[in-house]
């Protein structure tokens, strides 16, 4: 983790979901060392109480809310854990599966997982933290899309609609609650070398070898890393992008660029 | 406190269109995060004051006059640059002219003026630059192009074309200099600066049109030059990594409305 020094997010509260692992929980360690109250949240209770002791070690403050974010009640009580800290004002949408399977041989569960974990769980999110938001005095929701969302990658249907989707929702709610001081924003990764692509990389027995296929892919030549998704999600979070709303921030090395 | 992420302490930037707006915004925003500055313009006495004031926030900064337009002059400011500070590792293409007019009105001196400002200028400059970015560490190329470029508005033929065209030869950049340097665009909505004002004060109904205007954003203000600053020095800095190719609007949500 870097260390930046600065504490833009003192005084803020920040809920990030999918924050017990991987891009999720980076995300959250990097907004807690710059001074936010977090509220955790995911379904892995386990890894929730772990982030959240290394957060305290460091001197953050974090309280956990197991969520399944596809959950109408339990995604209501994430907000409210939020609400007994004093209000809302960063949200880090970061859950999300991924399936790889094409798309005839993606089978009805598989692609309702899909939808539900990656669009319905942001839409469930927003929908109960937007008000509490805007009684806040106004915030930041950053939605974890994907390259995928903009281009297409075989064996990759349900995971491609659902973050293409996103996208458009996330448009959709920058533009209604604009006006009510909620900026809502997308940053799109391509592979990481942490999160859903490592995690496939290291199950495939040489991950080493997929890894370096994939970077030499990219422009940049190389992977993402949790430092670039944290630089970008605390910059659309912040207010250093003030007048930025209903964007979407490719973190893809130039990928993006060549294949649209 | 400045973020480590966006220091530019040891860096050198050379904006173009910098005498005022948001030019001169960036050159005192990336001043106060330590980058040495290179300001170019026409405008002789504008660009001395943004001097006055990087110097005030700390930076060695020069002034350069440049009329982008003219192919030579890109070359010089480039070299001028880097003849002063060694060398050069942020290029901010931010200057532009803006003439309104139909397509059926347009004449031939005022789309190549356009186009030559708005888009050529911008190859001339890279081409100028990029040997030099890469004789050091690599570097950050930010163009500023509009809304304008993503959608179409009544009365901007040769102003939108220039910026999308900015837009594909920006992707282009980012896809050909990589991995050492990267390329992104800004896609600024309507933002509150002399020149704007200007335009609004020339029109028969100003205040009606900043309404009309207001309908269509919707965070319901003008962007500020410092808006576009923070979004540029976020581009120019090592917090965007791995950010290249990407065209990245402050417009206060106008082009998803849109």
């Known amino acids: 983790m870097s260390t930046s020094g600065s504490r833009r997010f003192a005084g803020r509260v920040a809920a990030v979901t999918g924050a017990a692992s991987g891009l999720g929980a980076a995300i959250a360690a990097r907004l807690a060392a710059e001074g936010a109250r977090l509220v955790l949240a995911d379904v892995d209770r386990a890894g929730l109480e772990r982030v959240s002791a290394a957060i305290a070690e460091r001197g953050g403050a974090a309280t956990i809310a197991p969520t399944d974010v596809t959950r109408d009640t339990e995604v209501a009580a994430m907000v409210g854990a939020a609400e007994a800290l004093g209000g809302l ?39 109960h933290a937007i008000p509490l938001m805007v009684r806040s005095g106004g915030g930041s929701i950053v ?19 659902s973050k293409g989707a996103l996208v458009n929702l996330c448009k959709q709610a920058a533009v209604e609650h604009a006006a009510d001081g909620v900026r809502v924003n997308v940053v799109s990764p391509s592979a990481c070398d942490v999160g859903l692509f490592a995690r496939v990389a290291e199950q495939s027995g040489r991950a080493e070898q997929v890894k370096a296929m994939v970077a030499s892919n990219v422009p940049m030549r190389r992977l993402g890393t949790a430092d670039d998704v944290c630089e970008a999600v605390l910059f659309l979070a912040s207010e250093a992008s003030a007048y930025v709303s209903a964007a979407v921030l490719p973190l893809d090395g130039g990928l993006a660029a060549r294949r649209q | ?144 192009a509009s809304v304008l470029g993503l959608i179409g508005s009544e009365g901007y033929a040769a102003y939108g074309a220039a910026k ?28 509150d600066t002399p020149r704007f004002r200007k335009v609004v004060d020339d029109l028969a109904d100003g205040e009606g049109f900043l309404r009309g205007l207001m309908q269509h954003v919707p965070l319901k203000r003008l962007g500020t030059a410092d808006d576009i600053a923070r979004v540029a020095l976020f581009l120019a800095s090592d917090a965007s990594a791995y950010t290249s190719g990407c065209v990245l609007p402050c417009d206060g949500g106008l082009a998803a409305l849109r």
């Open chain 1, 89 to 127: 004002h960063v949200l880090v949408l970061s859950a999300a599966v991924e399936i790889r399977r094409p798309l005839v041989e993606t089978d009805d569960t598989d692609w309702q997982r899909v939808l539900d974990v990656n669009l319905k769980g942001p839409f469930l999110c927003m929908k």
């Open chain 1, 143 to 161: 939605a974890l899309g994907s390259t995928l969302g903009a281009i297409g990658q075989p064996g990759y249907a349900a995971y491609c609609a």
């Open chain 2, 164 to 191: 999308a065209g900015l837009v594909a030869l920006t992707r282009q950049l980012a896809v050909e200099l990589a991995p050492r340097i990267r390329a992104n665009v800004i896609a600024p909505g309507s933002i």
């Open chain 2, 1 to 144: 406190m400045i973020d480590a992420g966006t220091s530019l302490a040891g860096k050198v930037a050379l904006i173009t269109g910098a005498a005022s707006g948001q030019g001169r915004a960036a050159a005192v925003l990336f001043a106060h995060h330590g980058a040495r500055i290179a300001i170019a313009d026409v405008n002789d006495a504008g660009a001395a004051e943004t001097v006055r004031l990087a110097q005030a926030a700390g930076a060695d900064a020069l002034a350069v006059h440049a009329d982008v337009s003219r192919h030579d002059d890109n070359a010089r400011m480039v070299a001028t640059t880097v003849a002063r500070f060694g060398r050069l590792d942020v290029l901010y293409n931010n200057a532009a002219v803006q003439m309104s007019g139909r397509l059926v009105d347009c004449t031939e001196a005022d789309w190549d003026l356009t186009l030559a400002t708005n888009l050529s200028a911008i190859f001339w400059a890279c081409r100028a630059a990029v040997p030099h970015m890469l004789a050091s560490e690599g570097g950050s190329i930010i163009n500023t």
